[in-house]
C-alpha cells in the first residue's frame, strides 16, 4: 500500500502532517507522519482490532468469539495460532 499523503499529492489534495483517520467509534484506522512512516487498522463491529499493517510491510490479523476472545492470529513473519474462521 502507498502513503495516503502520496495519493493526496497525486490528487492534489492540500494536507499537512500527521495524516489521522478515526473511525465512527474515534479508533484511529490509519495514521501518517511526516517521515513517511504510517500504519492503518481495521476492526470489527465490537470494537476488536481484526487488521493492521504498517510501512516497514509488518500485518497482522486476528479473530475473535462472541465473546471478544481471541481465536485466531497471523502475522507477516508467517505467525499463526488458532483456527481461522474466514476460510
Same mark, same amino acid.
Given at each position: ?36 512512516? *504510517?500504519?492503518?487498522? #481495521?476492526? $470489527?463491529?465490537? @470494537?476488536?482490532? =481484526? &487488521?493492521? +499493517? %504498517? /510501512?516497514? !510491510?509488518? *500485518?497482522?490479523?486476528? #479473530?475473535? $468469539?462472541?465473546? @471478544?476472545?481471541? =481465536? &485466531?492470529? +497471523? %502475522? /507477516?513473519? !508467517? ?9
Amino acid at each position: 500500500m502507498k502513503p495516503l499523503s502520496e495519493t493526496y499529492k497525486e490528487l492534489r489534495i492540500e494536507f499537512t502532517f500527521p495524516i489521522e483517520i478515526r473511525n465512527s467509534n474515534g479508533r484511529r484506522t490509519y495514521y501518517e507522519g511526516s517521515d513517511r512512516h *504510517w500504519f492503518r487498522r #481495521e476492526y $470489527d463491529f465490537n @470494537g476488536n482490532k =481484526t &487488521y493492521s +499493517e %504498517n /510501512s516497514q !510491510g509488518f *500485518w497482522q490479523k486476528q #479473530e475473535y $468469539d462472541s465473546d @471478544g476472545k481471541q =481465536t &485466531y492470529y +497471523e %502475522n /507477516s513473519y !508467517g505467525d499463526k495460532e488458532g483456527t481461522p474462521t474466514s476460510i
